[in-house]
């Protein structure tokens, strides 16, 4: 699998495309922004998870490529100029692998992706998972500090799953929290994770960072979310990962 993952980013880009997920605005209902996701579908594999080959890329030193193209399918399938389709401020994340942060080549290789974004009003975001975001080197701080200067938003993923201390969480150039499904998938119950969020919210709010709930499946737990006043939320509820397309006539 791992070869023909490199076989096809370099000859068979149309095996690969993208999917947005919303992310609503809980007190409004909006859309806010949308989390871009890699899909791979080999003609003899079938559909392949990016669980599965986003690690592939990582150790075949492919993972430059990957976003190289992940890019590519997201600026593909955004419109060129302002329009309906995206809301003045509306926030386009995507994933980065930690090891990319090391990259000098990052900045290159997000510059269109920033570029389109500005002029079409919107923010782009990135995503870096908690246990990685605990392992950056000064360098790549800086280069996330960097990018934060420049109106790029930077969000912690899967937070709570990681280790992260208090202490360093406020020194990180980090604009916004993605709790972890994990939290989110008993809060309709009777359970001490509505309390763990809770807690996660306070964090943000004494750091002054912004909240999104990740993985809401249902009615309960999005009423749960909004009753302790958690701002923005993702999940399966509120949109499911679709083309671009499928979000053109959305509210
Ligand atoms: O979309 P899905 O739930 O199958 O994604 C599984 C995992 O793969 C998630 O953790 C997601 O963040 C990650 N992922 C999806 N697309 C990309 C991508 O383009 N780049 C990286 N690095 N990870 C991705
Ligand atoms: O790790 P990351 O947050 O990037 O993972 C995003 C992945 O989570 C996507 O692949 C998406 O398919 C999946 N996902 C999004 N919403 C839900 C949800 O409500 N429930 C579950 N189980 N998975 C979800
Ligand atoms: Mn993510
Ligand atoms: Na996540």
């Not at 009003?121 to 998972?129: A, D, N, V």
């Not at 993923?157 to 992260?164: I, K, L």
Request: glycine share 8%; net charge negative; proline share 6%.
């Amino acid at each position: 699998l791992s070869e023909a993952l490199v076989v096809s980013l370099k000859t068979a880009p149309e095996e690969f495309s993208v999917v947005f997920q919303p992310q609503l605005d809980l007190m409004t209902g909006k859309i806010a922004g949308y989390e871009a996701l890699l899909r791979w579908c080999h003609p003899e594999f079938g559909p392949v998870s990016p669980a599965d080959f986003v690690p592939l890329a990582e150790n075949r030193g492919q993972i430059h490529e990957l976003t190289e193209h992940l890019i590519r399918c997201v600026l593909q399938d955004l419109p060129n100029v302002p329009d309906r389709s995206l809301p003045e401020g509306c926030r386009i994340a995507i994933n980065i692998s930690p090891r990319q942060i090391n990259d000098s080549r990052l900045e290159a290789l997000l510059a269109p992706f920033f570029d389109r974004l500005n002029r079409l009003g919107c923010q782009p975001e990135l995503e870096i998972t908690e246990t990685h975001m605990m392992n950056l080197s000064p360098r790549s701080l800086s280069r996330l500090a960097g990018f934060r200067k420049r109106g790029v938003v930077v969000a912690i993923d899967d937070f709570g799953t990681g280790y992260s201390s208090l202490a360093y969480l406020h020194t990180l150039p980090v604009q916004v929290l993605k709790i972890d499904r994990q939290f989110t998938r008993r809060l309709g119950e009777k359970s001490r994770d509505s309390r763990i969020v809770s807690a996660i919210l306070g964090i943000a709010d004494a750091l002054d960072m912004e909240v999104v709930a990740e993985g809401i499946e249902n009615e309960a737990q999005l009423e749960k979310l909004r009753e302790l006043r958690c701002m923005r939320g993702q999940g399966f509820y509120l949109g499911r990962p679709a083309a671009f397309g499928a979000w053109l006539s959305g509210d």
